[in-house]
């Protein structure tokens, strides 16, 4: 469900309370001129570095390249969303405002467009129904904790992550999510939960380790993309799911074995019903 839909709905629940109990609503919130602000972050020189991006409806870029910790630009038109940086030592926020009165229907502009740098971190992104593009390849992520809303994302990583990467999490709702070079990642383990929605985990890369990862979704449709020369095993489970994979792969009741070299991939996939596609 999209923000402007949610937006209307809570509009009109609290219209219809006001109506019978003679409630105050509060007023509505007016989209104005465009303001550009500049983030920088600097390096907080702390063995334990904690990230958190915390991001609401709107467009989120991130890439490597800065310099410090963060550095980019926010654009936003409504000033409630203004964003403010907390620093706690080596835990760094930087979250969006949240909105004093009713939020506009439409015409909000809220982008942020961020550069992280090479520092050894945890991140973690919370987000509602937004876009996300989302370019952490070359970083040094120990760990990674994405949890969003009804959102549209590409996360990738085009290079290797330069730390081992303990836990790779990612929760969302109904969504359209395509995780791609995972394999760069480094992680040990993966743990990915979903509901109604369009999933694509790419495991294109160099696998440096045995890695086991976890897959839950609703009714939806899964692609499991996983080069042919990688050892995998993926286990189903879930009477209800219609299941395609290439010529590469073996099947033994619900386990579907591929035959690889190096590090190996053990994926257990749990589906309510749906479309699998294990693919190279």
Known sequence: MSAKIISAILVLALASLACGFGIDLPERENAGQEVTESIAVANPQSEDTH????FGAGKLKLSPGATDLVDGTVI?????????I????????IRQGDFQGLPPLDKIKNEWQLQLGNTPMDLTIKAGAYEGDLELGGLALK???VRDGASNVNLSFGQPNKAEMSMLRYETGASSVKLEGLANANFSTL???????????????????????????????LSLVIPEDVDALVTVEGMAVNINHSSSWSQNGQKYVQEGSGPALNILVKMSAGNLVISD
């Open 191 to 221: 743990a990915f939960s979903g509901g109604a929605g369009n999933y694509t985990l790419d495991f294109s890369g160099a696998l440096r380790r045995d890695a086991v990862v976890t897959i839950e979704a609703g009714l939806g449709d």
């Open 76 to 84: 936003y038109n409504v000033p409630d969303l203004k964003p403010e």
């Open 51 to 54: 990230l958190t991006l915390s």
């Open 86 to 93: 907390v620093k706690d030592g080596g835990d760094i926020q």
């Open 143 to 145: 760990s990674l904790t």
